[in-house]
Every structure is written in C-alpha cells, then in structure tokens.
C-alpha cells in the first residue's frame, strides 16, 4: 500500500520559513516523480512544485517561484519542500502526491497517491 | 499560465440522475485534462486522464470527453457517494493548473 506522510508545517510568522518533508513508501521512490500541491481555506486546489524521478528537473507556480525550492533523498524516500519568505496568502494545507503511471509505465503529472497533508500558517 | 474554468460552481442533482460537469481551458491543452473528485476530510481522488481514459478502480459511470479547450465529465447516474466537489486540471505545460471546481450536492 502507498503512503505518503508529510510533515513540518505549523504556524510561522510573514517573511518567516518553514522546511516541509513528505516520506514515501509502498512504492518504488527512486522512479516516481512528485508534486506539491496546496489547498488554501475556502479555496480550491493549486499545483505548486513538481520534482522529477532523478531531481534533474524542477517546476514551480509562479506563486512560488523564487521563495520555495523543491529537493528529494532518494536514499530515504523523501521529498521537501524549503518555504522561504513566507506571506499570508500561503496559508494552505500542503500535500505532497505521486505523479500517476498509467498502465503501460508511463508517467504524467496528474496525481495518483496523496499524502493527508500538513497545515502550514502564516500570521503575525 | 493556462487558466481552467468550471461551470456550474454548483449543481443540484437527485440521486439517479445524471450530471454533466464542464471544464473550459483558456487556449488548448490537447487531451492532457484529468479530472478529481474530493469529498470534505479526504484527499483528492483522481477520476479521469488524459481526458477519456478512467484511471485505476474507477467505475464506468464516470466518463471523460472532449479536446482542445472544451471537456466534459459526465456521471451517469449518481450514487450517493458521488456527492461531491470535482476539479479539472491540466498537464499540457508548467505549472500545471487546476480549475476552481464544481460543488455537486443533493437537489
């Protein structure tokens, strides 16, 4: 069974940083591509970072660009995601999820497994 | 940045019925839309891919069309469970983008 389990979020303050940490398992980490996607109170759904299989290649929303960088340890199964320069409207429920593999192996960034997901506020 | 819409914010369906969803791209994204489904204290649950094509356990009642800029999720006959809030998202380019929703509750 996959699981993702992420963690670090909490309350911090605006301009201030938090590192996430999502650990995987269940699956083969090294060849799964990740994403970080965020639900704001209220709101819907926003894609935010996406890190290939090998770390090689990185995404971001341009909401973010800039202020979080996205990393993984494949030798521990876990992906992270450095928040800096942290402002109000990020204030999100965080969840890390695996890029879907269809049935002939390939893989595409639509999100088959998530994590419950972490809380992250900011607010002075 | 491809912006997703969706219509209706809400719709009001009995059990049984059916219900259409819609999912408009701001220039087109091919077939590279999916569709999720969330229910409230879960994560999303992903539906359709690549426009038409159901992902793992997914039941035939849900089913995915169209290209370009213009989709459809369409369910066939509603279960209870199915009441629900739908997104629709694109993978044509980076980032990556989903559209606002669609709330589908008990008429």
């Known amino acids: 069974e996959v699981q993702l389990l992420e963690s670090g979020g909490g309350l911090v303050q605006p301009g201030g940083s938090l590192r996430l940490s999502c650990v995987a398992s269940g699956l083969t980490f090294r060849i799964t591509a990740l994403s970080w996607v965020r639900r704001a109170p209220g709101r819907g759904l926003e894609w935010i970072s996406a890190?290939?299989?090998?770390?090689?290649?990185?995404y971001y929303a341009d909401s973010v660009k800039g202020r979080f960088t996205v990393s993984r340890d494949n030798s521990k199964n876990t992906m992270y995601l450095q928040m800096n320069g942290l402002r109000a409207e990020d204030t999100a429920t965080y969840y890390c999820?695996?890029?879907?593999?269809?049935?002939?192996?390939?893989?595409?960034?639509?999100?088959?497994?998530w994590g419950q997901g972490t809380l992250v506020t900011v607010s002075s | 940045e491809i912006v997703l819409t969706q219509s209706p914010a809400t719709l009001s369906v009995s059990p049984g019925e059916r219900a259409t969803l819609s999912c408009r791209a701001s220039?087109?994204?091919?077939?590279?839309l999916a569709w999720y489904q969330q229910k409230p204290g879960q994560t999303p649950r992903l539906l359709i891919y690549?426009?038409?094509n159901r992902a793992t356990g997914i039941p035939a009642r849900f089913r995915g069309s169209g290209s370009g800029t213009d989709f459809t999720l369409t369910i066939s006959s509603l279960e209870p469970e199915d009441f629900a809030l739908y997104y629709c998202q694109h993978r044509f380019n980076w980032p990556n983008t989903f559209g606002p929703g669609t709330r589908v509750d008990v008429k």
């Open positions: 690549d426009a038409s």
């Open positions: 890190i290939s299989h090998d770390a090689t290649d990185t």
């Open positions: 999820a695996t890029h879907y593999v269809d049935s002939s192996g390939y893989s595409m960034s639509y999100f088959g497994y």
């Open positions: 220039q087109s994204v091919s077939t590279y």
